[in-house]
């Protein structure tokens, strides 16, 4: 089973600011990584497919990038709706994983 | 407008059962990989089995093997969740997702709840 990492466990940054999390493989994933956004109460929005493609509807302040077994979700300038709870997920191996997530909260 | 909706959850012994389901609606469903995926309270996503489109293939997180088996019926459009055998460590929220990894649409979940 391949063992996602997400670091940091939690990340406090001010609406406007950069923010960069991580998420990194135990084993190569190829390109075959995903990222999602959870707000208390909601279900999981896709994010990004494949590393760094934007899913339908997804601003250009969310970026993906990486291969094999590193990979970085970047948003590029923090929006107030922004803050929420992110997981990474792979999808090279059986059984899929989720990352433990990065929680993205206001300082 | 593309949409899943889950049921059948609710609160089961230690080694009772339970069968989900999730209606899909918007789209032909036939033509998706689909995924279950749960969530205990306060932690975080589990993958729990994926099925092909046409049922050929299958695939459990390790921890339900033996204990759940995931169907479809294509013609009802329509994705399951048989859970026998539960433990109090399968208690989540169980959502239903399409594809069989970066999932693009979700259901709101239905809670399973397993007392001792």
């Known amino acids: 089973e391949i063992v996602l990492t997400q670091s940091p466990v939690t990340l406090s940054l001010s609406p406007g600011e950069r923010a960069t999390l991580s998420c990194r493989a135990s084993q190569s994933v190829s390109s075959y990584l995903a990222w999602y956004q959870q707000k208390p109460g909601q279900a999981p929005r896709l994010l990004i497919y494949?590393?760094?493609n934007r899913a339908t509807g997804i601003p250009a302040r969310f970026s993906g990038s990486g291969s094999g077994t590193d990979f970085t979700l970047t948003i590029s300038s923090l929006e107030p709706e922004d803050f929420a709870v992110y997981y990474c997920q792979q999808r090279s191996n059986w059984p899929c994983t989720f990352g433990q997530g990065t929680k993205l909260e206001i300082k | 407008e593309v949409q899943l909706v889950e049921s059948g959850g609710g609160l089961v012994q230690s080694g009772g059962s339970l069968r989900l389901s999730c209606t899909a609606s918007?789209?032909?469903?036939?033509?998706?990989?689909m995924t279950w995926v749960r969530q205990a309270p306060g932690m975080g996503l589990e993958w729990v089995a994926t099925m092909k489109q046409d049922g050929s293939e299958e695939y459990y997180v390790g921890s339900v093997k033996g204990r759940f088996t995931i169907s479809r019926d294509n013609a009802k459009n329509s994705l399951y969740l048989q859970m026998n055998s539960l433990r109090v460590e399968d208690t989540a929220m169980y959502y239903c997702?399409?594809?069989?990894?970066?999932?693009?649409?979700w259901g709101q979940g239905t809670m399973v709840t397993v007392s001792s």
């Open positions: 997702a399409r594809k069989g990894g970066a999932s693009d649409i």
């Open positions: 494949d590393t760094s």
């Open positions: 918007g789209f032909t469903f036939s033509g998706y990989w």
